[in-house]
């Protein structure tokens, strides 16, 4: 459980912060910068969340949910050495990324194919899911980045992966099931 007694601790003053197993790094540090875009992908979620109501409000908030998992994890070096944390250490996966990818075939499935690519935006809650997928894809290659210096999760870096895809789609049924898609016309206004 959690428990914040204290907001400020001015740990971080100089510039360091600790990880979730207590190392100390700098506030600029790839992992860091890895679990605060994901953070940021939330409280962008947020926002989508505000236009929302009935079954894609409860969706959004399933992923609020898996993203503060993903951070946990992001936040979380050293997976060789889970077992020795003496607690169950909070890692994305298998399972989340499939729940994912059943509900992307299940919006895929109400969806016309599309035909042109599509501008961000339509309704408001379409437009701020559009925003989310494009954060999504910069905590995704924060997240490449950092897996590329080892030690991350692999499921982690799949999540975000599919979740960018989600939320295209989710965006396109947020549209009317895409029958308000605004579509691109290239070199419209040439």
């Excluded at 459980?1 to 907001?7: C, E, G, H, S, T």
């Excluded at 926002?47 to 998992?69: E, M, P």
């Excluded at 910069?138 to 980045?145: D, G, K, S």
Aim: net charge negative; glycine share 8%.
């Amino acid at each position: 459980m959690v428990v914040l007694n204290r907001i400020y601790t001015k740990t971080g003053d100089a510039g360091e912060t600790s990880l979730a197993d207590g190392t100390r790094v700098a506030k600029h540090d790839l992992r860091v910068s890895a679990y605060g875009m994901v953070d940021e992908l939330n409280s962008t979620l947020g926002l989508a969340a505000l236009h929302a109501a009935g079954d894609v409000a409860a969706a959004i908030a399933r992923v609020q949910n898996d993203l503060f998992d993903l951070g946990a994890d992001l936040a979380r070096p050293a997976m060789e050495r889970d077992s020795e944390a003496g607690y169950p250490v909070l890692r994305v996966v298998e399972a989340q990324v499939s729940r994912l990818e059943t509900e992307i075939d299940a919006m895929i499935a109400r969806l016309e194919p599309l035909r042109s690519f599509i501008l961000p935006g339509g309704s408001p809650l379409a437009a701020h899911l559009h925003l989310a997928r494009t954060v999504a894809r910069r905590a995704e290659r924060e997240a490449t980045h950092l897996a590329a210096q080892g030690d991350t999760n692999p499921w982690a870096v799949k999540y975000l992966n599919r979740l960018s895809d989600w939320l295209f789609c989710a965006g396109r049924i947020a549209n009317d099931d895409g029958r308000a898609d605004i579509l691109w016309v290239p070199g419209a206004n040439r």
